[in-house]
């Protein structure tokens, strides 16, 4: 098991993490499998998105925040929105490992998603598992 802590800088901001999980994959000496992504947070997420184009990841974070307005919320943290934001995303991904690397699509990577930052310490786990 890997595990990486990340520091955020925006209220909303998606971290590009695919080289560490590549690097996790092939230091795991596993060669066919699965990795499993996850972070512990409640207002964070992990996604596969498209790695290519900046522009599209705020276009992303655009609609998220469409979908989830800065409204009056229940929740007394004043998070709302985030830990709404990360339900919708998901805590995690899997990914198979063939040949002792992760099968990313051409245009796929991982990112680790902030939805109530800045943060200092953001954790996300990697786990290969050997199949």
């Not at 890997?2 to 998606?14: E, Y």
């Not at 709302?80 to 990577?109: C, N, R, Y």
Request: proline share 3%.
């Amino acid at each position: 098991m890997t595990k990486i802590q990340l520091q955020t800088a925006h209220i909303t901001q998606m971290i590009n993490i695919t080289k560490e999980v590549k690097e996790a994959v092939i230091t795991s000496g596993i060669k066919d499998g699965i990795v499993v992504v996850f972070t512990p947070h409640t207002t964070a997420s992990v996604i596969l998105f498209e790695n290519i184009d900046q522009n599209l990841r705020r276009d992303y974070l655009k609609l998220l925040k469409t979908y989830v307005s800065s409204q009056e919320y229940s929740h007394k943290g004043g998070n709302a929105a985030g830990h709404l934001k990360s339900a919708m995303t998901g805590a995690s991904i899997s990914i198979p490992v063939v040949d002792g690397l992760p099968l990313f699509g051409e245009w796929q990577g991982a990112f680790f998603c902030e939805f109530d930052g800045p943060r200092e310490a953001r954790d996300v786990i990697i786990k290969v598992i050997n199949g």
